[in-house]
T-cell receptor
Framework: SQQGEEDPQALSIQEGENATMNCSYK?????LQWYRQNSGRGLVHLIL?????REKHSGRLRVTLDTSKKSSSLLITASRAADTASYFC??????????FGQGTTLQVKP | DTAVSQTPKYLVTQMGNDKSIKCEQN?????MYWYKQDSKKFLKIMFS???????INETVPNRFSPKSPDKAHLNLHINSLELGDSAVYFC???????????????FGQGTRLTVV
């Protein structure tokens, strides 16, 4: 299977804590993207990091990329109950095809 | 205004039936996709069209046939539905697959298909 892996599969934290999710992928990438999916909803793009970038920030989100290890991490700082969702990393190929990881289910308790 | 809209949101049907899911995007994007999400939340690409031309066709049974009448629409027709087809189907679009920018994909809300 081409699909990457995410770790952990489930994460439960208290509001205000930081949440870190890791993603490993299998093939060379054009870029790597992170998406959020609220229960019963579609995916929403969060952040894109290109293969020649190592770190990127967007608000409370911080993404790192290590192409030598074929891994990425998503850090959500000062989490809120509204951050409760599933988070997916996706390898983007030059065709635009996205290969998604298994996802991490994050629960933030108020 | 909904950027990527797909209908219906829910679809319950019997085995053997034929059904269609419609998708429209008003973002002016050139590329559209169909993804399937199974009960374990695994997301997998099925098809991709760029300017009405099929560019990605994963190993999907030929009971599934995408149709793109224009670059703003990508419909999915499924013949002879089987129990294993039950899943959530997502339509998505992105700006231009050939762009070196490879921008993000915008997803519809999904169609939950249940075959009984």
């Amino acid at each position: 299977s081409q699909q990457g892996e995410e770790d952990p599969q489930a994460l439960s934290i208290q509001e205000g804590e930081n949440a870190t999710m890791n993603c490993s992928y299998k093939t060379s990438i054009n870029n790597l993207q992170w998406y959020r999916q609220n229960s019963g909803r579609g995916l929403v793009h969060l952040i894109l990091i290109r293969s020649n970038e190592r770190e990127k920030h967007s608000g409370r989100l911080r993404v790192t990329l290590d192409t030598s290890k074929k891994s990425s991490s998503l850090l959500i700082t000062a989490s809120r109950a509204a951050d409760t969702a599933s988070y997916f990393c996706a390898e983007c190929k030059v065709t635009g095809k996205l290969i998604f990881g298994q996802g991490t289910t994050l629960q933030v308790k108020p | 205004d909904t950027a990527v809209s797909q209908t219906p949101k829910y679809l319950v049907t019997q085995m053997g039936n034929d059904k269609s899911i419609k998708c429209e995007q008003n973002l002016g994007h050139d590329t559209m996709y169909w993804y399937k999400q199974d009960s374990k939340k695994f997301l997998k690409i099925m098809f991709s069209y760029n300017n009405k031309e099929l560019i990605i066709n994963e190993t999907v049974p030929n009971r599934f046939s995408p149709k793109s009448p224009d670059k703003a629409h990508l419909n999915l027709h499924i013949n002879s539905l089987e129990l294993g087809d039950s899943a959530v189907y997502f339509c998505a679009s992105s700006q231009d697959r050939t762009s070196k920018l490879n921008t993000e994909a915008f997803f519809g809300q999904g169609t939950r298909l249940t075959v009984v």
